[in-house]
């Protein structure tokens, strides 16, 4: 499932074609993904101006001026691709099929942008002007804002008896976080993935948030990892899963200079948490 690198790479790639670009021709392909498509999705983004493309969460929001807000979830394996006019003006995959193009919209510059998905786990959703989406009404603060703090993660720990990790894969205490970065950013800050949450000490969250929001950032700037399905909007691989300390390394010698001890992993909630047992307590 991407996470937040993944989706705000796509974003990153998908706005020089959609921000204050007009729709002038949209396709669904089909009534449904995950959940039924909206029966008016074709009628509200044809002719709409795309007056801004942004992120919440694991979200892509495309802003349609006065007609609301596309929402856009990737799912397990959502591709958005863009194709220009010109032969090989853009790069497809010959193993993503034409068969899971599923919403397809074309800007007034006739680039085309398609929302593939063949497992189809993601989803399309309207936004009326002024509303809130239900799946966006009870995120948590945005890791990368500068309203995610010390001071604010520790408030929301307090006297958590969850396991540190489970706290931080709650999208109502961070959005957008998920199983790789958590791993990731819980090695760095030296922090036991089964550590209750309400007893890492004020200290350690303001290393853990300087962490959060390092490994993303970073992730970010390397496309994002692709493990199994994630592409960034030009086609194009990630390679964060390059500079994984922990995650999917088991057995390997622990990263951390002068730690003598090997990664492990454990399963919480049915997820795999990666750490070493000798540097994270």
């Known amino acids: 499932m991407p996470e937040l690198p993944e989706v705000e790479t796509v974003r990153t790639g998908l706005a020089p074609h959609l921000e204050g670009r007009i729709i002038a021709r949209a396709e669904a392909r089909r009534p449904d993904l995950r959940w039924p498509l909206p029966p008016d999705l074709v009628q509200v983004l044809t002719g709409a101006r795309v007056t801004r493309l942004r992120r919440r969460s694991k979200y892509i929001l495309a802003d349609l001026e006065d007609r609301g807000s596309l929402l856009l979830h990737l799912g397990m394996s959502g591709r958005m691709l863009i194709e220009g006019q010109s032969q ?3 790069h497809r995959d010959p193993a993503v099929l034409p068969r899971h193009d599923h919403v397809v919209f074309w800007n007034d510059l006739g680039t085309r942008i398609t929302f593939n998905d063949a497992r189809r786990f993601g989803m ?106 994630h592409r960034q909007a030009t086609g194009e691989l990630g390679y964060f899963q390059h500079s994984f300390r922990v995650y999917g390394r088991e057995g390997a010698p622990c990263p951390t200079p002068g730690c003598a001890g090997s990664v492990q992993r454990i399963v919480q909630s049915g997820r795999s948490s990666f750490f070493c047992p000798l540097c994270q307590g």
């Open 88 to 90: 090989g003006e853009f």
């Open 124 to 229: 399309v959703d309207l936004i009326a002007p002024g509303a809130e989406h239900p799946l966006l009404a009870h995120l948590g603060p945005e890791p990368l804002d500068a309203g995610f703090t010390a001071e604010v993660l520790a408030r929301t720990f307090a006297g958590r008896r969850s396991p540190v990790k489970a706290a931080l894969l709650d999208q109502r205490i961070v959005a957008g976080l998920g199983n790789i970065y958590v791993s990731e950013a819980l090695h760095r800050a030296g922090i036991a993935p089964t550590r209750p949450a309400g007893e890492v000490t004020p200290e350690r969250v303001a290393v853990l948030v300087g962490e959060i929001k390092a490994v993303l950032t970073e992730a970010i700037a390397a496309g994002g990892s692709s493990l199994r399905d």
